[in-house]
């Protein structure tokens, strides 16, 4: 049974920065896929990040390169979105999602979704 839980949302004011974590567990594969994703309300789910967890490999939408990088704690089975040189077109829901393996990063190709985490930018 996955288990994604999201944390480390809130309010920060343009050019902040943000952490973002996701507590995994249930996530068996060796190379297992876990991406970030986010909506901004009237829009469609976007992926923004992902790593593959066994090899570490990273996966940046163009919108965010440069200013997100996503990382694991294998040891703690976390995922982490940090999130730096915020812009107010950043606001959205966060969601933590994963697949057992990387291809594209889109909604469809991950299964299991954490309940998403609020990041407001002003």
């Known amino acids: 049974h996955v288990q994604l839980v999201e944390s480390g949302g809130g309010s920060v004011q343009a050019g902040g920065s943000l952490r973002l974590s996701c507590a995994a567990s249930g996530v068996t594969a060796s190379r297992a896929c876990m991406a970030w994703f986010r909506q901004a309300p009237g829009k469609e789910r976007e992926g923004v990040a992902a790593i593959v967890t066994g090899g570490g490999n990273t996966y940046y939408a163009g919108s965010v390169d440069g200013r997100f990088t996503i990382s694991q704690d294998n040891a703690k089975n976390t995922v982490y979105l940090q999130m730096n040189s915020l812009k107010p077109e950043d606001t959205a829901m966060y969601y933590c999602?994963?697949?057992?393996?990387?291809?594209?990063?889109?909604?469809?190709?991950?299964?299991?979704w954490g309940q998403g985490t609020q990041v407001t930018v002003s």
């Open positions: 999602a994963a697949a057992p393996w990387c291809g594209t990063v889109v909604t469809s190709s991950f299964a299991y």
